[in-house]
């Protein structure tokens, strides 16, 4: 995290993205208990529904205009001149509460979330503009945990704000709030007139593209929203994520709309501090959950926490229908904050990564018009449901169906994921991985990855370190071994024979051809003495002009551990050290047709990179000496010819004595 904050105009960004949510969260909160206040049942889940319906509905009217500013201008200037529009609808919304103008005011959530639908692909763009695409996911976890933060904030300070003001006092209906607590709109005035100045200092990433125009016929006909879909739904990756985002946050809008009425109606809570300060809980979850997620791909993406997150989101709808305490709905809300924070952040990031850069503001603008649409569709179903009578027990009943559908739907399209997670969290109790390049792996099309074979477990660790699914090749001897054959049936394994086969050649290209990213060791065996080896002629045979392109990579660090060919003496030595540093370190791509003289050669200078990114991670040499010394204790730690031994403790005390 902190390699991120040392990212010139990080912090800066990370300043506005809490502003921003603060500010759009603020009006929201402060109608949403103006409603609470003065509407029961049936009418309340209707008049919140419609509240954040309002909010919705920007982001779908919006997408073509708003995609068309992000990918022509530049991301920072489009999030000035939004900033500058929410500071002139504040100023309106104040001036709405001081007058008692409830309805008014309750459109002014429709004028905030155009500026904000017009906000979001610039500001989302720009993360991966300010930071790259290695830190992409760790910028994703930091700026939802940001925003997270601001919510929750938001939630308890206005929710406290209402409430403070209130008191002692009598009203009726909402005209009769808003004068009451028309103090809380400078607030708001104040925190958005700082975020436009903060925006003004934001650094311009990109120029103007000029080629970009506007087609107001195809605007308002359709078109332009069906091409921006079309492009969508054409990358699978991007399309699935977008759909898991918006499932997910549908269900998070149902359970803001109906869990006041659920708390007021059968847990019998009337304050709005402590039921918007019970939903708050699941920002402080969100902001865990995403740093988690941030951690753990710090330098890829894992997506084995997205059937995580499902699973666990499923586990908390279920569980909220049952807790009616306070406390209990808390810690419920707390975790579904976590296990969707460790959903969300590798979506986005996968989003982000996949969407090419003339494309961002479009996938992204795409990504808020599904999102919205299914948000929008949830709460129009609330909405009925509520007026047929329905109450929040059954409205909650219905979302835990979805939610179990989704969960399910997510484990079945990535179990490998799930599996390399599992996989990953025992390794990391003895490696630490650190990833190279990684975006140098193209984000579609068909990739052969060809590198080093130093163990048993490098699939594993290469499988870790790529964003994209991988397909590998394994001698055929190995594969057929009873005991592991499900396993690799499992992984979509492609087993080989001796000196190669047609049907496996062919598989590897057809898997190619078919956009996939297939991975195998040319040197066709594990290392020996852990150097590079004579690379076979299989791969070229493989290739051979198949619709794709060879990424070379390197694997540092497996030399001497367990699984390796080593001798015991160095396994031993290893065995004693607490963690073990990986590395990772992918090349540029070269041509499909590259033969094996050329790839090993980009293997070769690969291994230099790693070992030179290594060494800039240790520490100085005096200390080490210092630290094996005192390690080495008793034990013998140097001998001269004549036969002289000496202790590390003896030879660190000589040390300090002579300098």
Known sequence: ?????????????????????FVDLGHKILIQNTIFKTYDGDVQIMLSALVNALILLPFILMMTPSSFLSDKYPKNKVMQYSALSAVVATILITIFYYLGWFWAAFLMTLALSIQSAIYSPAKYGYIKELVGVKQLASGNGVIQAVTTTAILLGTLAFSFGFESLLSNHYYHQPEDILPLIASLGWILVLLSTIEWFATLKLEQKSSIRKEHQFDTKAYLSGRSAITIMKELSSNQVIFR???????????????????????????????????????????IGIVIGAFMAGKVSSNYIETGLIPVGAMGVALTVAFVSFAITPFLQAINFFLLGVFGGLYLVPLNALIQYHA??????????GNNFVQNIAMLSFLILTMLAAYAGMNSLGIFAILLAVALIGAVYTITQLPQSLARLVVSLVFSLRYRLTVLNMERIPASGGVLMLGNHISWIDWAIVQMASPRPLRF????????????????????????????????LDAVRESLNNGEVVCLFPEGAISRNGHLGEFQRGFEVAAADA????????????????????????????????????IVAFGEPLAINSDRVAVK???????????????????????????????????????????????????LSASIFFF
């Open 356 to 365: 090419k850069a003339g494309q961002m503001g479009r996938i992204l603008a």
């Open 241 to 283: 994520s977008v759909i898991g985002l918006a499932v997910f946050w549908s269900l998070c809008q149902v359970m803001l709309a109906t869990f006041p009425a659920f708390a007021k109606d059968i847990a019998g809570i009337d304050n709005t501090v402590i039921i918007q300060g019970t939903m708050a809980f699941a920002g």
């Open 601 to 651: 050669q980009a293997v070769l200078q690969l291994s230099v990179d790693a070992w030179t990114s290594y060494t800039e991670t240790l520490e100085p040499l005096p200390e080490a000496i210092i630290k094996g010394l005192k390690r080495q204790g008793s034990e013998m730690a140097a001998a001269d010819i004549i036969g002289s031994a000496m202790s590390g403790h003896r030879m």
């Open 473 to 504: 090749v394994m001698a055929k001897s190995i594969y057929e071994r009873w005991y592991l054959r499900f396993i690799f049936e499992f992984f979509n394994i492609i087993p080989v024979g001796t000196g190669g086969s047609k049907q496996a």
């Open 1 to 21: 995290m902190r390699a991120l904050f040392a990212i010139k105009g990080f912090l800066l960004f990370s300043l506005i993205a809490f502003l921003n949510a």
């Open 547 to 582: 619709n794709a392109v060879i990424v070379p990579f390197y694997l540092r660090g497996l030399w001497g551990s367990r699984f390796s060919r080593s001798s015991d003496r160095l396994k031993t030595l290893r065995s004693k050290q607490s963690f073990s540093d990986l």
